[in-house]
């Protein structure tokens, strides 16, 4: 799955593959995960409006250390 995404920013002419589920986690947020076949999400992909490319929106850093198993 992840090999899609390569493939396509490397210029592989991958096509990336459709997520396996979205929601919106709060109010601007919007979230898509793609799992592998037994269910494992490997890659989770939010968008949230108006956020640049850090994590200053309430709640980013605890979601982004969540999802590698950080925190508590």
Do not use: C, H
């Amino acid at each position: 799955m992840v090999d899609a995404f390569v493939g396509k920013r490397a210029g592989g002419g991958r096509t990336p593959p459709a997520p396996t589920s979205a929601d919106i986690p709060q109010a601007g947020w919007n979230r898509r995960r793609y799992a592998d076949s037994s269910g494992t999400v490997r890659v989770e992909d939010y968008v949230v409006q108006g956020a640049g490319r850090s994590l200053p929106a309430g709640g980013m850093a605890a979601v982004a250390g969540a999802f590698f198993g950080l925190g508590g």
